[in-house]
């Protein structure tokens, strides 16, 4: 998903419109939808400090809207991965796998902790990576992927989560983490 894609599907999730957001940075109100506009659909970018900004209006993390040298590859790769879900929707699942001894004989296997009713002819394929920290990032996110499935979270909540990622990580219960992404109950 491009950036200009992103901008445009957090700006609709917040329910701003183009020139309110181009008002909020400061455009005039005669150009302010225009150059919202110009962003979305990528004939101009923004670069770091407007992607900044546009990032508090919006309350997300600016990484969503900027791809700059300032970010690593395990970052860059998990935010291409959630994004490329909201890209194909239901086509995408993330599971953990799980470690168990066949019986019969003996071998250590693995398999899926849920199947998520998955529906496809052959079983899925898994990724593994020798990576630990984007292992921790993919274990986040499947710990998540699986409460929205079970209904423990909203969409919404779920969205929130990707968009100000990593700062709504708490390492699966472990800390409290720096955004809080879940709504009151």
Do not use: H
């Not at 150059?35 to 659909?41: D, G, L, N």
């Not at 700059?68 to 953990?96: H, N, P, T």
């Not at 009713?117 to 986040?140: H, Q």
């Not at 990707?162 to 390492?171: A, E, S």
């Amino acid at each position: 998903m491009q950036i200009g894609e992103r901008l445009k599907r957090i700006r609709e999730f917040r329910n701003i419109k183009q020139k309110d957001l181009g008002i909020a940075l400061g455009y005039p109100p005669k150009s302010a939808a225009v150059r919202i506009a110009q962003y979305e659909s990528c004939s101009v970018a923004p670069k770091k400090e407007t992607a900044m900004a546009i990032s508090e209006v919006l309350r997300c993390n600016y990484i969503n809207i900027y791809y700059g040298a300032d970010l690593g590859k395990a970052e860059r790769f998990m935010l291409d991965l959630f994004w490329m879900e909201e890209s194909i929707g239901s086509s995408l699942y993330v599971f953990q796998l799980e470690k168990y001894n066949d019986k019969q004989d003996g071998r250590t296997v693995y398999g899926m902790v849920n199947d998520y009713k998955y529906s496809g002819v052959f079983p899925p394929v898994a990724l593994a990576f020798d990576y630990n920290i984007v292992n921790d990032f993919m274990r986040e996110w499947a710990i998540r992927f699986k409460e929205l499935s079970n209904k423990e979270i909203t969409y919404d909540e779920y969205f929130e989560w990707k968009l100000n990622w990593p700062f709504t990580c708490d390492d699966g219960g472990r800390f409290k983490p720096s955004i809080n992404w879940r709504k009151t109950r």
